[in-house]
């Protein structure tokens, strides 16, 4: 796929796919299928009913399906910039969102729309509008630079950041993805994401545009037991999920049997570990592909394809390699550049980085610094700590948070949470630190093998025996599941939480 400026406006880039296969699956989901043409349709609908009400920001508040894509694509027909929520989430932070987002209309169900009590927002169920011929649309497509989304990220004060993306910003993503697993017309992806997320927003643009059908499981409500259910059809091709969630699914019994059809497996959001990609090729066909991403709600990335001979690092598999018109800069403390193969804060500069944050009714910078040489370019800081080798191979070591030093002792959470999982009888295992003023102690917390106690005191022994005393939790706790944010990260907060309580 070309760039963003080739691609050109999502709308009339779908209305192509959906005159070239109108009776083509383009959302697959337990409720039934949506063609292209019905897809379409349902687009011009809601962007027809949007047009007459208000002259804000139209909030999107459906559960993942055809529905949500429809509205994305209806609230561009109708030039509204539009605030992904995920319906999944409290009333009250969805809320909360849509005062700071400018929000005047709000998309939803009839069921969920009960409890929106939004002062000055009117409320648009959309349950009506899915089904039924186009509706004439005579505008000109929005253009490709101009705000269009605003997608949500937890911030450092613990209130969300409002991040504005346009067009071009997210097809970027879209055309990464479609370039590194040349995805065709004869594709079934499947993501495991929410929609109002970086990586569940990429794949509701991604996968349409080339055609491809999305299969929708709300993992929530169907369980692992959905998830299965959907990959043993067969016909799905490419699997995107958090490598928490692919760690599980490796693991489960007989998965392999289900797992036939795939070519590719897509990671994102956290760095996939050489053990992930060990107990995945257990269960995977042979020729399927292992991809990993990074990036974040703000800024573009690094992509890269995991191969058993790569030594960039004994734990990770890479990020990889930079995105197309994507630069970036490894520095430390100072702000200045690091050798090449020291660690130190990763810098992207991007003109397809986010377009700043939402904040006061208006756009700004933010994190998302212009870069005065270049207008339409922005850099974004991101608090990760990364090590780029000689041969421009990024290798992401985690958060801040995730890199400490306990007496003296430089810890990568990475190598301690390897050190739990090699334990006998365990299943799944994470660490997080827990910070009371000066001092830091590591927690690790154990999911056991179905049907085990595990001895806690031989388990300490086992951790003394392989690491230094410093890298040893100081607690170990046995939870029965992982917590996880609608994402399909590790709720860290979760974890604190139960440590507390233990």
Same mark, same amino acid.
């Given at each position: +796929?070309?760039? $963003?400026?080739?691609?050109?406006?999502?709308?009339?880039?779908?209305?192509?796919?959906?005159?070239?296969?109108?009776?083509?699956?383009?959302?697959?989901?337990?409720?039934?299928?949506?063609?292209? !043409?019905?897809?379409?349709?349902?687009?011009?609908?809601?962007?027809? !009913?949007?047009?007459?009400?208000?002259?804000?920001?139209?909030?999107?508040?459906? $559960?993942?399906?055809?529905?949500?894509?429809?509205?994305?694509?209806?609230?561009?027909?109708?030039?509204?910039?539009?605030?992904?929520?995920?319906?999944?989430?409290?009333?009250?932070?969805?809320?909360?969102?849509?005062?700071?987002?400018?929000?005047?209309?709000?998309?939803?169900? !009839?069921?969920?729309?009960?409890?929106?009590?939004?002062?000055?927002?009117?409320?648009?169920?959309?349950?009506?509008?899915?089904?039924?011929?186009?509706?004439? #649309?005579?505008?000109?497509?929005? /253009?490709?630079?101009?705000?269009?989304? #605003?997608?949500? =990220? %937890?911030? %450092?004060?613990?209130? $969300?950041?409002?991040?504005?993306?346009?067009?071009?910003?997210?097809?970027?993503?879209?055309?990464?993805?479609?370039?590194?697993?040349?995805?065709? *017309? !004869?594709?079934?992806?499947?993501?495991?994401? *929410? +929609?109002? %997320?970086?990586?569940?927003?990429?794949?509701?643009?991604?996968?349409?545009?080339?055609?491809?059908?999305?299969?929708?499981?709300?993992?929530?409500?169907?369980?692992?037991?959905?998830?299965?259910?959907?990959?043993?059809?067969?016909?799905?091709? #490419?699997?995107?999920?958090?490598?928490?969630?692919?760690?599980?699914?490796?693991?489960?019994?007989?998965?392999?049997?289900?797992?036939?059809?795939?070519?590719?497996?897509?990671?994102?959001?956290?760095?996939?570990?050489?053990?992930?990609?060990?107990?995945?090729?257990?269960?995977?066909?042979?020729?399927?592909?292992?991809?990993?991403?990074?990036?974040?709600?703000?800024? %573009?990335?690094?992509?890269?394809?995991?191969?058993? &001979?790569?030594?960039?690092?004994?734990?990770?598999?890479?990020?990889?390699?930079? +995105?197309?018109?994507?630069?970036?800069?490894?520095?430390? &403390?100072?702000?200045?550049?690091?050798?090449?193969?020291? $660690?130190?804060?990763?810098?992207?500069? *991007?003109?397809?980085?986010?377009?700043?944050?939402?904040?006061?009714?208006?756009?700004?910078?933010?994190?998302?610094?212009?870069?005065?040489?270049?207008?339409?370019?922005?850099?974004?800081?991101?608090?990760?700590?990364?090590?780029? &080798? =000689?041969?421009?191979?990024?290798?992401?070591?985690?958060?801040?948070?995730? +890199?400490?030093? #306990?007496?003296?002792?430089?810890?990568?959470?990475?190598?301690?949470?390897?050190?739990?999982?090699?334990?006998?009888?365990?299943?799944?295992?994470?660490?997080?630190?827990? =910070?009371?003023?000066?001092?830091? /102690?590591?927690?690790?917390?154990?999911?056991?093998?179905?049907?085990?106690?595990?001895?806690?005191?031989?388990?300490?022994?086992?951790?003394?025996?392989?690491?230094?005393?410093?890298?040893?939790?100081?607690?170990?706790?046995?939870?029965?599941?992982?917590?996880?944010?609608?994402?399909?990260?590790?709720?860290?907060?979760?974890?604190?939480?139960?440590?507390?309580?233990?």
């Amino acid at each position: +796929m070309p760039g $963003p400026e080739a691609i050109g406006p999502a709308v009339p880039a779908l209305a192509l796919v959906a005159a070239r296969q109108p009776d083509a699956v383009a959302v697959a989901e337990p409720g039934g299928t949506t063609s292209f !043409a019905g897809l379409i349709a349902a687009a011009s609908r809601i962007a027809d !009913a949007v047009a007459g009400h208000g002259r804000g920001h139209v909030a999107i508040l459906l $559960p993942t399906g055809a529905s949500y894509v429809a509205a994305v694509f209806g609230c561009l027909e109708a030039h509204r910039l539009s605030v992904l929520l995920d319906a999944a989430h409290p009333v009250v932070r969805n809320a909360a969102i849509a005062t700071a987002g400018s929000v005047d209309v709000v998309l939803t169900t !009839a069921a969920i729309a009960a409890s929106i009590d939004w002062p000055g927002v009117t409320v648009i169920a959309v349950d009506d509008l899915l089904q039924g011929p186009a509706k004439l #649309i005579v505008k000109p497509p929005l /253009a490709l630079d101009v705000p269009a989304f #605003i997608l949500c =990220t %937890s911030g %450092s004060t613990g209130l $969300p950041k409002l991040i504005v993306h346009s067009q071009a910003t997210m097809l970027h993503w879209a055309r990464t993805t479609h370039n590194a697993l040349h995805v065709t *017309s !004869a594709d079934r992806a499947l993501s495991l994401s *929410s +929609m109002a %997320s970086l990586g569940g927003f990429t794949a509701l643009l991604s996968y349409p545009l080339a055609g491809a059908a999305t299969e929708i499981v709300d993992i929530a409500t169907g369980g692992i037991g959905g998830l299965l259910e959907a990959l043993g059809r067969g016909e799905v091709t #490419i699997v995107r999920a958090a490598p928490s969630l692919l760690r599980g699914v490796a693991r489960l019994p007989d998965v392999a049997s289900v797992l036939g059809g795939l070519r590719a497996v897509q990671s994102y959001g956290e760095p996939l570990l050489k053990s992930d990609v060990e107990a995945l090729r257990q269960v995977l066909p042979a020729d399927c592909l292992i991809r990993t991403t990074y990036g974040s709600t703000e800024a %573009s990335g690094l992509s890269w394809f995991a191969r058993a &001979d790569d030594t960039h690092d004994p734990l990770r598999v890479p990020a990889g390699v930079l +995105m197309p018109d994507t630069e970036a800069a490894i520095v430390d &403390d100072d702000g200045v550049d690091a050798p090449r193969g020291e $660690p130190g804060e990763l810098v992207i500069r *991007s003109r397809y980085n986010g377009l700043g944050e939402w904040q006061d009714g208006g756009i700004a910078a933010g994190r998302l610094v212009p870069d005065p040489a270049t207008p339409g370019t922005r850099i974004y800081a991101t608090g990760d700590v990364a090590r780029c &080798d =000689t041969d421009g191979v990024f290798t992401i070591l985690g958060r801040r948070d995730r +890199m400490l030093n #306990i007496n003296g002792v430089r810890i990568e959470l990475a190598e301690v949470e390897r050190a739990l999982n090699d334990l006998p009888g365990i299943a799944r295992a994470e660490v997080v630190v827990r =910070t009371r003023g000066t001092t830091q /102690a590591l927690l690790g917390f154990l999911i056991p093998v179905s049907g085990t106690v595990p001895d806690l005191a031989d388990c300490k022994a086992r951790l003394r025996a392989t690491l230094p005393r410093a890298m040893v939790p100081s607690q170990l706790i046995v939870i029965a599941e992982m917590p996880l944010l609608p994402g399909g990260k590790v709720d860290g907060q979760a974890l604190l939480a139960l440590a507390d309580a233990a």
